[in-house]
C-alpha cells in the first residue's frame, strides 16, 4: 500500500497502463507538455512520446469523435475532457456515437475507450466548470459511468476502464483530486464494475453518494453517530452498471435511506436510486427516503457554491428527518 | 444559385480522351456501378412506397460523384466512411447487398459487416462520421498501415461544427482522409444560398491547411482522377484533401420528403442533359467501349441481383424483443438482464 491522493493515482494508473499496452493512448487539451490543467497526465509525454500522449486542438466533439475512429483502428483511445462542463460540446458524439457505435455495428466494431472528466464543485471555478452532468450520461446506452472516491478506487477502476471492451466515461471529483489521500494498493490492482462500496456499517439510516458526495456522506455520518443516529454509507462506484442488489440490501438493512449529489434535484440520479429500492426492497422501508441535491438552479460561481453544493449540515438535516420518521 | 452552379460544369458529352487513370474496361464498370446505384435507389423507394423497408435516401444525380470515388480506392486496403446515400460504394467495398435491405427493413446485425470489411455503418447524424474518419486515418497511420479512409458527406452537413473540427483535426495530424464532399445543392429544402454564402466549400481546404479542389460531380471520371491524386497524397503521407464535388439532386432528399413544395420547376434547367449516366453512356459511346445490347444486358443482370437480394433480406427472420439488447454491451450486466427478461415475459 501507498498513500497518495486522487490526481496521483490516476497518474500511476495511465503510465501503468500505457506501459503494460502499447495500444493505449492519450489524447485531450493541454494532456502533453503541460501534464494536464490538473498534472493528471504530469510526465506521461516525456516517457511515452508524443506520438501516444497527444495535445489536442480545442474541439470537444474532435477529441471524442477522433477516439471513435482511433478505436476503429485498433487503439485504445483514453480521452480527456479537461472538465465535464465542455462535455456538453462533445455530447452528440458520446451519445450518439461512441455509446452506439457497437451496437449499430452489431458487435462488430468495438469501443474501448475511455473519456476521463473531472467534475463537482467547491473549488471556486469560473462558470461551467463544476457541473455535475453524470445523470444526461447513464441515459445513454451503451457507456459505462464510473465516479471513484477514494485514490484506490481511482486506480482500481480506472484499470478495469482501460482494459474493458466498452467505453466509459470515467468522472473524477475535483474536489477529491488532492484532498482525498489514502492507501492505495500496489502492482495489480483493479475494481469490478457494478459492486458498490460499503463504507461504513450502521443500524439506523443507510446514506448512498459518489464520488466528492462520499466524503460529505462521511462527515454528516460522523455529526450523526454524536447525536446517537448510526449510519451506514454506500458508494455506488459506479452508475452504470448499478449495482442494484447491493443497493436494495444496503437499504433494506436499515430501512431508511438518504441519497446524496451534487447534480440538480429534478431527474438527477438520486431519483434513480430511490426507484431502485422502491422496486427492490420496498417492503423493508420504515420511512420515505430523502434526496440531499443541488437546487434545480444553474452552478454558481464564487462563494455561492456553498450553498449549492449539498453540506454535511443539509446531510446530517434530512439524516435527522429520515430517522425520526414513520 | 442554379446558374452559378452550372459554370462550374462543363458541358456533357464525351471528348473522346480517355482519362487517364481510368483504364477502357474501368470505364465499362464504372457505367455498369452508376446504373446499380440508380437501380438501388429506385428500387429502394419502390419497396419503402409498399411499406416493405423504411425511409432510404436515394443517390439519382449523385452516381458519378459516388462512382468515381469508391473506385478511386483499393479494395481491401483503404476505408470507405459513408454518410447515408453511398450504398453502392459500401457494396463495392465489400458490404453484402442483402445486408444493406436488412437494414431498411430494421433486422439486428444489419450493419456488422464480415471481418475485414474496411466499410464504417451508415451514419445518420451529418457529419459525425468525419471525426471518426479522422481518428481512423490516424490511428491507421500510428501502427504503421498505409491505407487511406474516404469520408462521404453533403453541402448541408459541411455547416456542422463536427465537419469543422474534423478537418482542423485532419491538418494538424496530417491523416490520410479524403473528404468527398457531394454538393448536390439542397439539404433537404434548404438551398446552397442559404447553406452558404461562400463562392466555394472546396477553398475552405486552406483554412485548415489540407488541399482542396472542386470537381463536376457529374462526370464520373472526372471525379475519379480528382480522388485518385487525393488518395496518392494521402498514401505518400502528404494529408487529407477536401474534394467538392458539384452535382445535384435529382429526386427528393428521401422517400419521406416532397420537393414540389419548395424546389422551382426552373431550378433543375441547367441540370437538363447533365444526369451522370446520359453523360457516362456518351463517353462510352464516343470511344466505342459500349456494343449495342450491352447496357440492356447491364440493367437486366442489376435488376435481378437487386431483386434477389431485397427477397433475401425479406426472408430473413424478424426480430424478436432480445434483438433490442443485442451488442448495446460486450458485458451488459444484472440491471440489463433483467429488464431483457422483464420485456420478453412482457411481450408474451
Redesign the interface.
Known amino acids: 500500500m501507498t498513500e497518495m491522493n486522487m490526481v496521483e493515482a490516476i497518474r500511476d494508473t495511465l503510465a501503468a497502463e500505457m506501459e503494460r499496452d502499447e495500444r493505449v493512448i492519450v489524447l485531450g487539451q493541454d494532456v502533453g507538455r503541460l501534464g494536464g490543467v490538473f498534472r493528471a497526465t504530469d510526465g506521461l509525454e516525456e516517457r511515452f512520446g508524443e506520438e501516444r500522449v497527444v495535445d489536442m486542438p480545442l474541439a470537444e466533439g474532435a477529441i471524442a469523435g477522433s477516439a471513435v475512429g482511433l478505436a476503429i483502428s485498433g487503439l485504445v483511445p483514453v480521452a480527456e475532457m479537461q472538465f465535464l462542463g465542455f462535455a456538453a460540446q462533445a455530447f452528440h458524439q458520446i451519445e450518439g456515437q461512441v455509446a452506439r457505435m457497437r451496437y449499430r455495428s452489431g458487435g462488430g466494431l468495438a469501443m474501448p475507450i475511455v473519456i476521463r472528466a473531472p467534475f463537482g464543485g467547491n473549488v471556486r471555478t469560473p462558470e461551467l466548470h463544476s457541473d455535475s452532468q453524470e445523470a444526461r450520461y447513464v441515459q445513454a446506452p451503451g457507456i459505462k459511468v464510473v465516479a471513484p472516491a477514494t485514490a484506490a478506487d481511482a486506480k482500481g477502476l480506472l484499470t478495469q476502464a482501460v482494459r474493458d471492451q466498452d467505453p466509459v466515461l470515467y468522472l473524477e471529483p475535483l474536489a477529491g483530486y488532492r484532498l482525498q489521500r489514502d492507501d492505495v494498493p500496489e502492482g495489480e490492482h483493479t475494481v469490478p464494475f457494478g459492486k458498490l462500496r460499503t463504507v461504513r456499517e450502521g443500524a439506523d439510516v443507510t446514506v448512498v453518494a459518489w464520488s466528492a458526495a462520499v466524503r460529505v456522506a462521511e462527515a454528516a455520518a460522523d455529526l450523526a453517530a454524536a447525536e446517537g443516529i448510526s449510519c451506514s454509507v454506500v458508494d455506488l462506484r459506479t452508475l452504470v452498471p448499478l449495482d442494484e442488489d447491493g443497493l436494495a440490501e444496503a437499504v433494506a438493512r436499515t430501512g431508511r435511506a438518504v441519497v446524496v449529489h451534487e447534480a440538480p434535484c429534478s431527474a438527477g440520479f438520486g431519483a434513480e436510486v430511490i426507484a431502485t429500492v422502491q422496486e427492490h426492497a420496498f417492503w423493508s422501508l420504515k420511512a420515505p427516503m430523502a434526496r440531499v441535491t443541488a437546487p434545480d438552479t444553474p452552478y454558481p460561481i464564487g462563494r455561492l457554491e456553498e450553498h449549492y453544493v449539498p453540506s454535511a449540515t443539509r446531510v446530517l438535516a434530512a439524516i435527522r428527518r429520515t430517522a425520526e420518521a414513520g | 444559385m442554379a446558374a452559378k452552379r452550372a459554370e462550374n460544369n462543363p458541358s456533357s458529352g464525351g471528348t473522346g480522351v480517355t482519362t487517364p487513370g481510368l483504364a477502357a474496361e474501368q470505364l465499362v464498370e464504372a457505367f455498369r456501378q452508376m446504373l446499380f446505384a440508380r437501380n438501388l435507389s429506385e428500387r429502394g423507394f419502390i419497396l419503402q412506397r409498399q411499406g416493405r423497408m423504411g425511409t432510404i435516401a436515394g443517390a439519382q444525380g449523385q452516381e458519378a460523384a459516388i462512382v468515381g470515388s469508391m473506385m478511386a480506392l483499393e479494395r481491401g486496403r483503404d476505408w470507405v466512411v459513408p454518410q447515408y446515400r453511398e450504398l453502392a460504394a459500401m457494396v463495392y467495398h465489400g458490404v453484402p447487398l442483402v445486408q444493406i435491405f436488412q437494414y431498411f427493413m430494421g433486422a439486428?446485425?444489419?450493419?456488422?459487416?464480415p471481418a475485414g470489411t474496411k466499410v464504417?455503418?451508415i451514419q445518420i447524424?451529418l457529419a459525425?462520421q468525419?471525426?471518426?474518419?479522422?481518428?481512423?486515418?490516424?490511428?491507421?497511420r500510428?501502427?504503421g498501415?498505409d491505407g487511406v479512409?474516404l469520408v462521404y458527406f453533403g453541402e448541408g452537413a459541411a455547416s456542422e461544427?463536427?465537419a469543422h473540427?474534423?478537418m482542423?483535426?485532419a491538418g494538424?495530424r496530417k491523416a490520410p482522409v479524403v473528404f468527398m464532399l457531394q454538393n448536390n445543392g439542397w439539404a433537404i429544402s434548404t438551398p446552397l444560398k442559404l447553406q452558404t454564402a461562400a463562392e466555394s466549400l472546396a477553398a475552405r481546404a486552406e483554412g485548415y491547411g489540407i488541399a482542396g479542389e472542386q470537381v463536376d460531380g457529374n462526370d464520373v471520371l472526372a471525379v475519379h482522377e480528382a480522388t485518385a491524386r487525393a488518395v496518392a497524397r494521402a498514401r505518400a503521407g502528404e494529408g487529407a484533401t477536401l474534394i467538392e464535388a458539384i452535382t445535384y439532386r435529382m429526386g427528393p432528399h428521401n422517400t419521406a420528403d416532397d420537393p414540389t413544395r419548395y424546389v422551382e420547376p426552373e431550378a433543375f434547367e441547367p441540370w437538363e442533359g447533365m444526369d451522370p449516366i446520359d453523360r457516362a453512356r456518351e463517353r462510352l459511346g464516343a470511344e466505342g467501349l459500349l456494343e449495342e445490347g450491352v447496357e440492356d444486358e447491364l440493367r437486366t443482370a442489376i435488376g435481378e441481383e437487386i431483386a434477389a437480394a431485397a427477397a433475401a433480406a425479406e426472408r430473413s427472420a424478424a426480430a424478436g424483443p432480445e434483438g433490442l439488447f443485442?451488442?448495446?454491451?460486450?458485458?451488459p450486466?444484472?440491471?440489463?438482464l433483467?429488464q431483457r427478461s422483464e420485456l420478453i415475459e412482457g411481450n408474451r
Do not use: I, K, T
Open positions: 439486428p446485425r444489419a450493419s456488422r459487416f464504417l455503418p447524424a459525425a468525419l471525426p471518426h474518419a479522422v481518428g481512423l486515418g490516424w490511428g491507421l500510428h501502427q498501415d479512409v461544427g463536427d473540427e474534423a482542423n483535426l494538424v443485442e451488442e448495446v454491451y460486450a458485458d450486466g444484472v440491471r440489463l433483467r
